[in-house]
Protein backbone atom coordinates (compact mmCIF):
# COMPACT_ATOMS: atom_id res chain seq x y z
CA UNK A 1 0.00 0.00 0.00
CA UNK A 2 1.31 3.85 -1.03
CA UNK A 3 1.88 5.49 2.53
CA UNK A 4 0.02 8.60 3.20
CA UNK A 5 2.14 11.53 3.16
CA UNK A 6 3.39 13.02 6.20
CA UNK A 7 1.14 16.39 7.18
CA UNK A 8 2.98 19.82 7.02
CA UNK A 9 2.69 22.05 10.21
CA UNK A 10 1.98 25.61 10.00
CA UNK A 11 5.44 25.83 10.28
CA UNK A 12 6.15 23.94 6.95
CA UNK A 13 7.69 20.98 9.30
CA UNK A 14 6.95 17.65 8.81
CA UNK A 15 5.28 15.92 11.86
CA UNK A 16 7.13 13.94 13.74
CA UNK A 17 4.79 10.26 14.46
CA UNK A 18 7.41 8.51 16.13
CA UNK A 19 6.28 9.09 19.74
CA UNK A 20 2.54 8.63 18.59
CA UNK A 21 3.51 5.09 17.13
CA UNK A 22 5.33 4.45 20.08
CA UNK A 23 1.96 4.96 22.05
CA UNK A 24 -0.51 3.48 20.07
CA UNK A 25 1.47 0.06 19.96
CA UNK A 26 1.61 0.22 23.42
CA UNK A 27 -2.25 0.45 23.74
CA UNK A 28 -1.89 -2.71 21.34
CA UNK A 29 -0.26 -4.51 23.84
CA UNK A 30 -3.77 -3.69 26.04
CA UNK A 31 -6.23 -4.72 23.67
CA UNK A 32 -4.22 -8.42 23.19
CA UNK A 33 -3.93 -8.90 26.79
CA UNK A 34 -7.80 -8.17 27.50
CA UNK A 35 -8.69 -9.69 24.67
CA UNK A 36 -7.35 -13.04 25.27
CA UNK A 37 -7.84 -12.80 29.53
CA UNK A 38 -11.91 -12.74 27.88
CA UNK A 39 -11.53 -15.57 26.07
CA UNK A 40 -9.30 -17.29 29.07
CA UNK A 41 -11.75 -17.18 31.46
CA UNK A 42 -14.10 -19.82 29.39
CA UNK A 43 -12.22 -22.80 31.13
CA UNK A 44 -12.50 -21.62 34.92
CA UNK A 45 -15.86 -20.58 34.67
CA UNK A 46 -17.14 -23.50 32.57
CA UNK A 47 -16.74 -25.20 36.35
CA UNK A 48 -17.52 -21.81 38.06
CA UNK A 49 -20.71 -20.27 36.84
CA UNK A 50 -21.88 -23.60 35.05
CA UNK A 51 -21.32 -26.62 36.93
CA UNK A 52 -25.08 -27.09 36.48
CA UNK A 53 -25.78 -26.46 32.63
CA UNK A 54 -25.61 -30.10 31.71
CA UNK A 55 -25.49 -30.81 28.26
CA UNK A 56 -25.12 -26.98 27.38
CA UNK A 57 -21.73 -26.24 29.03
CA UNK A 58 -19.96 -25.69 25.92
CA UNK A 59 -22.66 -23.71 23.96
CA UNK A 60 -23.26 -21.15 27.30
CA UNK A 61 -19.46 -21.13 27.91
CA UNK A 62 -18.17 -19.73 24.18
CA UNK A 63 -20.97 -17.03 24.86
CA UNK A 64 -18.47 -15.08 26.96
CA UNK A 65 -16.15 -15.01 23.42
CA UNK A 66 -19.90 -14.35 21.29
CA UNK A 67 -20.38 -11.87 23.62
CA UNK A 68 -17.29 -9.91 22.97
CA UNK A 69 -16.41 -9.46 19.44
CA UNK A 70 -19.89 -8.99 18.46
CA UNK A 71 -18.74 -5.61 20.26
CA UNK A 72 -16.66 -5.04 17.68
CA UNK A 73 -19.51 -4.55 14.54
CA UNK A 74 -22.21 -2.75 17.48
CA UNK A 75 -18.98 0.27 17.45
CA UNK A 76 -17.47 -0.57 13.86
CA UNK A 77 -19.19 2.12 12.34
CA UNK A 78 -20.08 4.49 15.34
CA UNK A 79 -16.24 4.77 16.12
CA UNK A 80 -15.31 5.49 12.30
CA UNK A 81 -17.62 8.57 12.56
CA UNK A 82 -16.72 9.65 16.00
CA UNK A 83 -12.45 9.97 14.65
CA UNK A 84 -14.49 11.65 11.37
CA UNK A 85 -16.05 14.35 13.53
CA UNK A 86 -13.68 14.30 16.97
CA UNK A 87 -10.59 13.26 15.61
CA UNK A 88 -7.81 10.26 16.92
CA UNK A 89 -7.41 11.19 19.84
CA UNK A 90 -10.82 12.36 21.94
CA UNK A 91 -12.01 9.10 20.19
CA UNK A 92 -9.05 6.93 21.90
CA UNK A 93 -9.72 8.57 25.43
CA UNK A 94 -13.82 7.46 24.26
CA UNK A 95 -12.75 4.41 24.14
CA UNK A 96 -10.89 3.68 27.67
CA UNK A 97 -13.69 5.52 29.37
CA UNK A 98 -16.20 2.42 28.19
CA UNK A 99 -13.33 -0.27 29.38
CA UNK A 100 -13.23 1.08 32.37
CA UNK A 101 -17.02 0.85 32.70
CA UNK A 102 -16.91 -3.06 31.17
CA UNK A 103 -14.64 -4.10 33.61
CA UNK A 104 -16.86 -2.52 36.46
CA UNK A 105 -19.52 -4.81 34.83
CA UNK A 106 -17.19 -8.08 35.41
CA UNK A 107 -17.35 -6.75 38.46
CA UNK A 108 -20.28 -6.45 39.22
CA UNK A 109 -21.39 -10.14 38.44
CA UNK A 110 -19.03 -10.78 41.25
CA UNK A 111 -21.14 -9.14 43.42
CA UNK A 112 -24.65 -10.64 41.46
CA UNK A 113 -22.98 -14.12 42.16
CA UNK A 114 -23.16 -13.81 45.53
CA UNK A 115 -26.47 -12.27 46.21
CA UNK A 116 -28.14 -13.38 43.02
CA UNK A 117 -29.81 -17.02 42.30
CA UNK A 118 -30.74 -19.07 39.06
CA UNK A 119 -32.14 -19.29 36.15
CA UNK A 120 -32.98 -22.95 34.99
CA UNK A 121 -33.26 -23.17 30.99
CA UNK A 122 -33.85 -26.50 30.62
CA UNK A 123 -35.02 -29.02 33.08
CA UNK A 124 -31.30 -30.38 33.13
CA UNK A 125 -29.77 -26.95 32.68
CA UNK A 126 -29.65 -24.43 35.50
CA UNK A 127 -27.18 -20.65 35.21
CA UNK A 128 -26.64 -18.45 37.73
CA UNK A 129 -27.79 -14.37 36.95
CA UNK A 130 -24.46 -13.36 37.61
CA UNK A 131 -23.20 -15.17 34.51
CA UNK A 132 -24.99 -12.91 32.13
CA UNK A 133 -24.02 -10.06 33.71
CA UNK A 134 -20.60 -11.43 33.30
CA UNK A 135 -21.45 -11.96 28.73
CA UNK A 136 -22.62 -8.16 29.16
CA UNK A 137 -19.23 -7.20 30.60
CA UNK A 138 -17.86 -9.11 27.63
CA UNK A 139 -20.19 -7.32 25.19
CA UNK A 140 -19.21 -3.96 26.51
CA UNK A 141 -15.45 -4.61 26.93
CA UNK A 142 -15.59 -6.08 23.25
CA UNK A 143 -17.39 -2.51 22.08
CA UNK A 144 -14.63 -0.44 24.20
CA UNK A 145 -12.07 -2.35 22.32
CA UNK A 146 -13.65 -2.11 18.62
CA UNK A 147 -12.55 2.01 19.63
CA UNK A 148 -9.39 1.52 20.29
CA UNK A 149 -8.84 -0.58 17.34
CA UNK A 150 -10.72 1.65 14.92
CA UNK A 151 -8.20 4.49 16.48
CA UNK A 152 -4.98 2.20 16.32
CA UNK A 153 -5.01 0.24 13.28
CA UNK A 154 -5.55 2.80 10.83
CA UNK A 155 -2.96 5.25 12.43
CA UNK A 156 -0.74 2.46 12.67
CA UNK A 157 -1.27 1.73 8.25
CA UNK A 158 -0.96 5.39 7.56
CA UNK A 159 1.37 6.82 10.23
CA UNK A 160 4.76 7.48 8.22
CA UNK A 161 7.52 6.88 10.27
CA UNK A 162 11.21 6.57 8.57
CA UNK A 163 12.52 3.16 7.74
CA UNK A 164 8.94 1.60 8.35
CA UNK A 165 5.97 0.65 5.51
CA UNK A 166 2.25 -0.34 6.45
CA UNK A 167 2.94 -4.09 7.05
CA UNK A 168 5.86 -3.39 9.13
CA UNK A 169 4.35 -0.92 11.84
CA UNK A 170 1.57 -2.97 11.54
CA UNK A 171 4.19 -6.40 12.54
CA UNK A 172 5.44 -4.54 15.13
CA UNK A 173 1.94 -3.32 16.70
CA UNK A 174 1.29 -7.14 16.57
CA UNK A 175 4.30 -8.11 18.47
CA UNK A 176 2.62 -5.51 21.03
CA UNK A 177 -0.19 -7.10 20.89
CA UNK A 178 1.18 -10.61 20.98
CA UNK A 179 2.96 -10.20 24.19
CA UNK A 180 -0.30 -9.51 26.14
CA UNK A 181 -2.03 -12.47 24.72
CA UNK A 182 1.08 -14.56 25.60
CA UNK A 183 1.01 -13.08 29.34
CA UNK A 184 -3.11 -13.13 29.51
CA UNK A 185 -3.27 -17.08 29.47
CA UNK A 186 -0.85 -17.16 32.87
CA UNK A 187 -3.02 -13.70 34.23
CA UNK A 188 -6.31 -15.60 34.09
CA UNK A 189 -5.16 -18.81 35.20
CA UNK A 190 -2.42 -18.53 38.20
CA UNK A 191 -3.39 -14.84 38.69
CA UNK A 192 -6.73 -14.75 38.82
CA UNK A 193 -7.39 -18.12 39.73
CA UNK A 194 -4.54 -19.26 41.75
CA UNK A 195 -4.28 -22.56 39.36
CA UNK A 196 -6.67 -24.23 41.34
CA UNK A 197 -8.99 -26.69 39.75
CA UNK A 198 -12.47 -25.78 41.20
CA UNK A 199 -12.20 -22.70 40.76
CA UNK A 200 -14.51 -19.73 42.36
CA UNK A 201 -16.26 -16.38 41.11
CA UNK A 202 -15.36 -14.20 44.17
CA UNK A 203 -11.40 -15.17 42.98
CA UNK A 204 -12.50 -12.33 40.45
CA UNK A 205 -13.54 -9.82 42.58
CA UNK A 206 -9.52 -8.05 43.35
CA UNK A 207 -7.85 -8.55 40.00
CA UNK A 208 -11.02 -6.97 38.47
CA UNK A 209 -10.30 -3.19 40.32
CA UNK A 210 -7.02 -3.70 39.88
CA UNK A 211 -7.49 -3.45 36.04
CA UNK A 212 -9.72 -0.84 36.73
CA UNK A 213 -7.30 1.32 37.96
CA UNK A 214 -4.90 0.36 35.83
CA UNK A 215 -6.95 1.19 32.44
CA UNK A 216 -8.49 4.46 34.18
CA UNK A 217 -4.60 5.82 34.81
CA UNK A 218 -4.58 5.16 31.31
CA UNK A 219 -6.87 7.55 29.83
CA UNK A 220 -5.57 10.10 32.17
CA UNK A 221 -2.26 10.02 30.37
CA UNK A 222 -3.65 9.84 26.98
CA UNK A 223 -5.70 12.95 28.09
CA UNK A 224 -2.26 14.98 28.66
CA UNK A 225 -1.00 13.52 25.26
CA UNK A 226 -1.15 14.59 21.87
CA UNK A 227 -2.16 12.59 19.16
CA UNK A 228 -1.39 14.17 15.67
CA UNK A 229 -4.33 13.53 12.78
CA UNK A 230 -3.11 12.40 9.38
CA UNK A 231 -3.95 13.55 6.85
CA UNK A 232 -5.72 12.27 4.09
CA UNK A 233 -7.10 9.15 6.37
CA UNK A 234 -11.08 10.44 7.01
CA UNK A 235 -13.47 12.33 5.30
CA UNK A 236 -13.33 15.37 7.44
CA UNK A 237 -16.58 17.15 8.25
CA UNK A 238 -16.57 19.07 4.53
CA UNK A 239 -15.29 16.26 2.28
CA UNK A 240 -18.14 14.09 0.85
CA UNK A 241 -17.86 10.01 0.06
CA UNK A 242 -18.90 9.64 -3.26
CA UNK A 243 -19.69 6.46 -3.07
CA UNK A 244 -20.07 3.32 0.07
CA UNK A 245 -16.88 1.95 1.14
CA UNK A 246 -19.04 -1.62 0.07
CA UNK A 247 -18.51 -0.93 -3.26
CA UNK A 248 -14.71 -1.58 -3.14
CA UNK A 249 -14.63 -5.72 -4.09
CA UNK A 250 -11.25 -5.86 -1.93
CA UNK A 251 -12.49 -4.79 1.01
CA UNK A 252 -15.64 -6.39 1.00
CA UNK A 253 -13.83 -9.42 0.36
CA UNK A 254 -11.28 -8.36 3.37
CA UNK A 255 -14.08 -8.06 5.73
CA UNK A 256 -15.08 -11.59 5.17
CA UNK A 257 -11.36 -12.42 5.55
CA UNK A 258 -11.28 -10.71 8.72
CA UNK A 259 -14.43 -12.16 9.60
CA UNK A 260 -12.81 -15.68 9.38
CA UNK A 261 -9.14 -14.90 10.50
CA UNK A 262 -10.51 -13.95 13.72
CA UNK A 263 -12.63 -16.48 14.05
CA UNK A 264 -9.67 -19.40 13.60
CA UNK A 265 -7.52 -17.36 15.53
CA UNK A 266 -10.12 -17.10 18.67
CA UNK A 267 -11.49 -20.88 18.05
CA UNK A 268 -7.70 -22.38 18.31
CA UNK A 269 -7.06 -19.34 21.34
CA UNK A 270 -10.36 -19.97 23.15
CA UNK A 271 -11.54 -23.39 22.36
CA UNK A 272 -8.32 -24.90 22.43
CA UNK A 273 -8.43 -25.00 26.86
CA UNK A 274 -11.91 -26.63 26.31
CA UNK A 275 -10.59 -28.92 23.60
CA UNK A 276 -7.65 -30.31 26.17
CA UNK A 277 -9.76 -30.02 29.08
CA UNK A 278 -12.68 -32.48 26.87
CA UNK A 279 -9.51 -34.70 26.68
CA UNK A 280 -8.57 -34.69 30.41
CA UNK A 281 -5.39 -33.07 30.27
CA UNK A 282 -4.83 -30.69 33.52
CA UNK A 283 -4.99 -26.77 34.11
CA UNK A 284 -1.14 -26.47 33.65
CA UNK A 285 -1.01 -28.57 29.97
CA UNK A 286 -4.17 -26.53 28.44
CA UNK A 287 -2.60 -23.28 29.67
CA UNK A 288 0.71 -23.70 28.55
CA UNK A 289 -1.08 -24.65 25.37
CA UNK A 290 -2.73 -21.50 25.02
CA UNK A 291 0.36 -19.62 25.92
CA UNK A 292 2.77 -21.41 23.56
CA UNK A 293 -0.38 -20.28 20.74
CA UNK A 294 -0.23 -16.56 21.71
CA UNK A 295 3.96 -16.86 21.94
CA UNK A 296 3.97 -18.29 18.34
CA UNK A 297 1.69 -15.53 17.62
CA UNK A 298 4.19 -13.32 19.15
CA UNK A 299 7.58 -14.88 17.66
CA UNK A 300 5.89 -14.96 13.77
CA UNK A 301 4.44 -10.89 14.47
CA UNK A 302 8.30 -10.04 15.22
CA UNK A 303 9.50 -12.08 12.34
CA UNK A 304 7.04 -10.38 10.24
CA UNK A 305 8.39 -6.85 11.06
CA UNK A 306 11.49 -8.05 9.44
CA UNK A 307 9.47 -8.90 6.25
CA UNK A 308 8.96 -5.53 4.78
CA UNK A 309 10.52 -6.24 1.25
CA UNK A 310 8.29 -8.99 0.72
CA UNK A 311 4.60 -8.51 -0.37
CA UNK A 312 1.73 -8.70 2.28
CA UNK A 313 0.05 -10.97 -0.31
CA UNK A 314 2.51 -13.44 -0.59
CA UNK A 315 3.17 -13.26 2.72
CA UNK A 316 -0.52 -13.93 3.72
CA UNK A 317 -0.36 -17.35 0.90
CA UNK A 318 1.94 -18.69 2.87
CA UNK A 319 0.83 -18.52 6.54
CA UNK A 320 -2.75 -19.65 5.11
CA UNK A 321 -1.06 -22.95 3.58
CA UNK A 322 0.82 -23.53 7.09
CA UNK A 323 -2.31 -22.90 9.09
CA UNK A 324 -4.15 -24.97 7.40
CA UNK A 325 -1.46 -27.92 7.31
CA UNK A 326 -0.96 -27.72 10.94
CA UNK A 327 -5.01 -27.75 11.88
CA UNK A 328 -5.54 -30.54 9.27
CA UNK A 329 -3.07 -32.54 10.88
CA UNK A 330 -4.38 -31.99 14.61
CA UNK A 331 -7.77 -32.69 13.69
CA UNK A 332 -7.36 -36.01 11.98
CA UNK A 333 -4.35 -37.14 14.24
CA UNK A 334 -6.96 -35.57 17.36
CA UNK A 335 -4.05 -34.18 18.76
CA UNK A 336 -4.36 -30.27 19.99
CA UNK A 337 -0.47 -29.64 20.08
CA UNK A 338 -0.55 -29.36 16.25
CA UNK A 339 -3.26 -26.60 16.87
CA UNK A 340 -0.34 -24.51 18.85
CA UNK A 341 1.57 -24.09 16.22
CA UNK A 342 -0.75 -22.45 14.06
CA UNK A 343 -0.03 -19.12 15.91
CA UNK A 344 3.29 -18.65 14.02
CA UNK A 345 1.51 -18.59 10.57
CA UNK A 346 -1.79 -16.63 12.15
CA UNK A 347 0.45 -13.68 13.11
CA UNK A 348 1.11 -11.74 10.43
CA UNK A 349 -2.44 -12.68 9.41
CA UNK A 350 -4.38 -9.76 10.50
CA UNK A 351 -1.85 -6.76 9.54
CA UNK A 352 -1.76 -8.17 5.74
CA UNK A 353 -5.66 -8.74 5.56
CA UNK A 354 -6.02 -5.13 6.66
CA UNK A 355 -3.23 -3.82 4.48
CA UNK A 356 -4.58 -5.21 1.55
CA UNK A 357 -8.22 -4.27 2.13
CA UNK A 358 -7.35 -0.80 2.43
CA UNK A 359 -5.17 -0.74 -0.02
CA UNK A 360 -5.38 2.64 -2.57
CA UNK A 361 -8.59 3.55 -0.67
CA UNK A 362 -7.07 7.24 0.55
CA UNK A 363 -10.11 9.55 2.31
CA UNK A 364 -12.15 6.18 2.56
CA UNK A 365 -9.69 4.51 4.84
CA UNK A 366 -11.13 5.68 8.05
CA UNK A 367 -14.80 4.08 6.96
CA UNK A 368 -12.95 0.98 5.59
CA UNK A 369 -11.67 0.57 8.70
CA UNK A 370 -14.70 0.72 10.21
CA UNK A 371 -15.77 -1.66 7.86
CA UNK A 372 -13.55 -4.24 8.57
CA UNK A 373 -13.97 -3.84 12.51
CA UNK A 374 -17.56 -5.43 11.44
CA UNK A 375 -15.46 -8.42 10.23
CA UNK A 376 -14.25 -9.06 14.09
CA UNK A 377 -17.63 -10.36 14.31
CA UNK A 378 -16.12 -13.49 13.39
CA UNK A 379 -14.55 -13.96 16.47
CA UNK A 380 -18.02 -14.45 17.87
CA UNK A 381 -19.87 -16.00 15.68
CA UNK A 382 -17.68 -19.13 14.47
CA UNK A 383 -16.06 -19.80 17.70
CA UNK A 384 -19.84 -20.16 19.00
CA UNK A 385 -20.50 -22.32 16.22
CA UNK A 386 -17.51 -24.97 17.38
CA UNK A 387 -18.90 -25.27 20.66
CA UNK A 388 -22.44 -25.66 19.69
CA UNK A 389 -20.95 -28.39 16.94
CA UNK A 390 -18.99 -30.02 20.11
CA UNK A 391 -21.96 -30.45 22.52
CA UNK A 392 -24.15 -31.87 19.46
CA UNK A 393 -21.00 -34.13 18.21
CA UNK A 394 -20.45 -34.87 22.08
CA UNK A 395 -16.57 -33.85 21.80
CA UNK A 396 -14.17 -31.28 20.30
CA UNK A 397 -12.41 -33.36 17.82
CA UNK A 398 -14.06 -33.43 14.27
CA UNK A 399 -15.51 -29.05 14.98
CA UNK A 400 -11.97 -28.07 13.86
CA UNK A 401 -13.00 -28.93 10.21
CA UNK A 402 -14.69 -25.15 10.35
CA UNK A 403 -11.38 -23.96 10.84
CA UNK A 404 -10.22 -25.78 8.00
CA UNK A 405 -12.77 -24.42 5.72
CA UNK A 406 -11.72 -20.53 6.89
CA UNK A 407 -8.33 -21.46 6.28
CA UNK A 408 -9.00 -22.19 2.74
CA UNK A 409 -10.57 -18.66 2.59
CA UNK A 410 -7.47 -17.10 3.58
CA UNK A 411 -5.65 -18.56 1.31
CA UNK A 412 -8.29 -17.52 -1.51
CA UNK A 413 -8.00 -13.87 -0.11
CA UNK A 414 -4.18 -14.14 -0.53
CA UNK A 415 -4.33 -15.43 -4.21
CA UNK A 416 -7.05 -13.86 -5.73
CA UNK A 417 -9.73 -11.69 -3.26
CA UNK A 418 -7.20 -8.68 -2.67
CA UNK A 419 -6.96 -8.15 -6.08
CA UNK A 420 -8.06 -4.89 -7.93
CA UNK A 421 -7.84 -1.90 -10.23
CA UNK A 422 -7.84 1.26 -8.14
CA UNK A 423 -5.64 3.51 -9.07
CA UNK A 424 -4.36 5.76 -5.65
CA UNK A 425 -6.04 7.48 -3.45
CA UNK A 426 -9.77 5.80 -4.33
Request: a neutral charge.
Amino acid sequence: MAEVMEKKTNQGQETNYTKPFIILVALFFVVGFLTTANGQFQAPLKTAFLANAGNLKNTLVTLITFAFFMGYPAMGGVSSRWIDKLGYRNTLIRGLVMLVAALGVFRLSVFADATLGSVALTAEATVPYAFFIFLAGSFFMGCSLAVLQVVINPYLVSCNVPGTTSVTRMSIGGSSNSIGTTIAPYFVAFLVFKGVENPAVEQMGIPFFGLMAAVALVAFIMSKLELPEIQGTTSGGDVKLEKSVWSFTHLFLGVVGIFVYVGVEICIGSNINLYAEDLGLPTDIYTLMAALYWGGMLAGRLLGSTLSRVAAQTQLAVAATGALVLVTAGMLLNQPWFLVGAGVFHSIMWGAIFALALDKLGKYTTAASGALMIGVAGGAIIPWFQGIAADVMGGWQWTWILVIACEAYILFYALIGHKHSLAENA
